[in-house]
């Protein structure tokens, strides 16, 4: 089962560059500004080598399938998905996987804005703890998990830098990323 989940996962996850490529078009249109670009590609390679490196603790054999563990695994996969896709569903052509600012436009301040300053990265940090325990593949959760909650804390200072610059919006709440 945890084959198809990363194949599906990894499907969704080609898909949302997608829709966020097509978003950053519209935005930089609109003229939206990036911030923190350098720090792309190192995003890129942490989803890719996370679901690589769930294959192949997964492929060796080495798994730790504990019914609580896997059933935490599901609870954190699933509210982060749910999450994601609903920060998502909020900000609309807004959302990309950038840190974009749009000057002049307001805060979204609706859906799970209303509760959490960057409900994303809250969803993506959960998928990336929660899938590999799903399969077992606990070393991939807590190494993945760490380095993800490392590059975010770089990226939300990416963010609130911006917001220092005097930019309307920025936050995460313009044109959030995963």
Known sequence: MLGVLIILVGLQRLWELQIAASNVAYLKKRGAVEYGREHYPVMVLLHSLW?????????????????????????FFLTGQALRWWTIRTLGRRWTTRVLILPGEPLVAEGPFRFLSHPNYLGVTLEIFGLPLIGGCWKTSVVFGCLNILLLKHRKKIENAALQAGISGGDGRVCEAS
């Open 51 to 75: 679901l690589g490196c769930m294959v192949a603790e997964w492929w060796k054999g080495d798994l730790f399938l504990h019914q609580a563990l896997v059933g935490i695994g599901w609870i």
